[in-house]
């Protein structure tokens, strides 16, 4: 079983759209986690950091579920230029990301 | 400012052949991580620097693999005899926390 695990899609919605990915990890001595997003053929970038309260970046959301080892990440008001790679992301011991393989997003118009 | 930067961009090696990967991170970043892509797959942490030291080496698939870093600053990764299942993207990453890693493009590796 990979460490973490995320549904690879592709989920298809139109603009205007809100979508959810989810993910769980399977190492409960995890601490940190976040959504990284990957471009076609370009290199993963920080989306945001998930804390256990629940955050909030204009219109993205992230919560965790210590208890279900549970991740997600929601979408509102999806553009075209959301379009991507999701990345769910644990930070393992030693400062080791332990990458999920990422959901793919397509927005259309 | 400059970010993480890597060469080559591209390289294409002959089976068996040995190859070496450059990155260098962003200035005074401490950490320096390495991780591998292979086609629709997830990211694959290779070693961990912190300054000129590795003390996580883990995620190197075998003793063909070795990285070093020198200076607290460049840091060279050599795949000695290379086999087809080496072809992947090479990434690096630097931080300053642990909380964001800064990625550069990466090179892609293609083992003929």
């Known amino acids: 079983r990979k460490e973490v695990e995320q549904d690879p899609g592709p989920f298809n919605v139109p603009e205007g759209a809100t979508v959810a990915f989810n993910c769980t990890y399977s190492?409960?001595?995890?601490?940190?986690f976040f959504w990284y997003r990957q471009d076609c053929r370009k290199e993963p970038k920080l989306l945001m950091s998930v804390y256990s309260s629940g955050n909030e970046d204009g219109r993205f959301t992230a919560q965790l579920n210590r208890a279900s080892q549970y991740i997600s990440l929601l979408i509102r008001d999806s553009k075209l230029s959301d379009s991507a790679t999701y990345l769910c992301?644990?930070?393992?011991?030693?400062?080791?990301?332990?990458f999920g393989a990422g959901t793919i997003l397509r927005v259309k118009s | 400012g400059a970010g993480v930067s890597q060469s080559p961009s591209n390289k294409v090696t002959e089976k068996g052949k040995d190859v070496e990967l450059r990155c260098d991170p962003i200035s005074g970043h401490t950490a320096l991580y390495w991780y591998r892509q292979s086609l629709g797959q997830g990211l694959e942490f290779l070693i961990y620097?912190?300054?000129?030291?590795?003390?996580?080496k883990s995620g190197l698939p075998s003793d063909r693999f070795s990285a070093e870093r020198t200076g607290g600053s460049v840091s060279t990764l050599t795949i000695q005899r290379t086999q087809q299942e080496d072809s992947a993207v090479y990434l690096c990453?630097?931080?300053?926390?642990?909380?964001?890693?800064?990625f550069g493009p990466g090179t892609r590796l293609t083992v003929t």
């Open positions: 992301v644990a930070l393992s011991y030693g400062n080791k990301l332990v």
């Open positions: 990453a630097s931080s300053q926390t642990s909380v964001e890693q800064y």
């Open positions: 190492n409960s001595a995890s601490q940190s």
């Open positions: 620097f912190q300054g000129n030291s590795a003390p996580d």
